[in-house]
């Protein structure tokens, strides 16, 4: 890819140079940040609750299943797959969600937290927890796909000079 070595970092100088595009880099970065603060909060919260070592988010998924209609095809994801696999269906959503809280905190392979992200909030959604706020989180981890957040501040840009084919840092 050659456009990824052409990418900037975000510098007090870019600020000067061209305060628009610093402007708008900056406001992704925010994005980026604020989400690794949510993803952060679920993780803490599933610990919290015993996701890894109970049967709470069993529970969890019960009590939704109960709220949906049977016909559904949420009812369906939870009642064949979430819920008989809750133990390991637990342990994916928390580990992904410590992945993409590290990822965009670091900006370490954040194409590819932004792809987690964007999974898990699809996962929650099929669950039957779909709300207007999954989509600006959607957007966001879009955002995080699409552009270079990691290369304009955090380690992709180092990573990806020392590692140019890796697909992980572009």
Known sequence: MS???TVRPLTVAEFRAAPLRAL???VVLVLRYAMALFFLGSFLNKIRTGWLWSDYSRQVFEGRLAELDPASFGAQFLSKFAIPFYVPVAWVFVTTALFVTLSLALGLATRAGGIAAFWLMTMIAIGG??????LPL?????????????HWFGLDRRLH???PDSPWFR
């Open 129 to 134: 927890y779909y709300d207007a706020s999954l």
């Open 24 to 26: 708008g880099v900056s």
């Open 161 to 163: 000079a020392r590692h």
């Open 138 to 150: 959607w957007l966001v981890a879009g955002l995080m796909v699409v552009l270079p957040t990691g």
């Open 3 to 5: 456009g990824v070595a």
